[in-house]
């Protein structure tokens, strides 16, 4: 099974301040996806990445693929509350017997406090 | 509004009790998914119906039992549950499955999920 390490678990900050999230693997991704989920909800996609290198910004979310495609970052500028929530990446392998699945990171839940 | 409608939003059911989710998307798509998510947990991929044929069964236990009656419509049938089936079960769709049944760059499209609580 071909992992997804995110980073960090947990993120607790005021409102107004930045932050990043780390999406991790050892293995090669043909893209990523990047999900956020309100509690009670089910996950909202925001972005989807495909070549290595590539950024893509939304508001004020940036997110980036590795160039070698095996990482990603979502950056948030200036959070709000309404930021508030868990936020998943999802990679589709590249290769091998896991070929064409998606895999979930463990998630970010952040809390941005007014 | 999600484009992906399940029902229902929450169910409580006994250890004995048979009940069944529904899933309804109309966005032509023609890959469908179950997944099955604990708190601040990231989903854990249960089922996936290709072309309305299951093509990947993760595996899970027979007391859950999918159903795709047409390319609409994705149910989940339920019995003789475990306290340890509590969660919220969300269903998936994509525009099109990938090879062997997942994805290439297909993004995801969730529901709103079903709350299941087995007492």
């Known amino acids: 099974t071909q992992l997804l390490e995110q980073s960090p678990q947990f993120l607790s900050i005021q409102e107004g301040e930045n932050l990043t999230v780390y999406c991790n693997s050892s293995?090669?991704?043909?893209?990523l996806q990047w999900y956020r989920q309100e509690p009670g909800e089910g996950p909202v996609l925001l972005v989807t990445?495909?070549?290595?290198?590539e950024v893509k910004k939304l508001k004020r979310l940036t997110f980036q693929f590795g160039d070698a495609r095996k990482d990603s970052s979502l950056h948030i500028t200036a959070a709000q509350p309404g930021d508030t929530g868990l936020y998943l990446c999802?990679?589709?392998?590249?290769?091998?017997?896991?070929?064409?699945?998606?895999?979930f990171g463990q998630g970010t839940i952040l809390t941005v406090h007014p | 509004d999600t484009e992906v409608t399940q029902t229902p939003k929450h169910l409580v059911m006994g250890m004995t009790n048979k009940k069944s989710l529904k899933c309804e998307q109309h966005?032509?798509?023609?890959?469908m998914y179950w997944y099955k998510q604990k708190a601040k947990k990231p989903p854990e991929l249960m089922f996936v119906?290709?072309?309305?044929?299951?093509?990947i069964n993760e595996s899970v236990p027979s007391r859950f039992s999918p159903e795709c009656p047409n390319s609409s419509l994705l149910n989940l049938h339920l019995h003789a549950l475990q306290p340890e089936d509590s969660a919220l079960y969300l269903c998936?769709?994509?525009?099109?499955?990938?090879?062997?049944?997942?994805?290439?760059?297909?993004?995801?499209?969730f529901g709103e999920g079903s709350r299941l609580t087995v007492l």
């Open positions: 293995s090669v991704f043909s893209s």
């Open positions: 998936a769709s994509s525009q099109f499955p990938g090879l062997a049944g997942g994805l290439i760059t297909g993004e995801l499209f």
């Open positions: 990445v495909v070549t290595g290198g």
């Open positions: 119906y290709s072309y309305e044929k299951l093509s």
């Open positions: 999802a990679g589709v392998n590249a290769g091998g017997t896991s070929y064409g699945k998606l895999t």
């Open positions: 966005m032509g798509h023609r890959a």
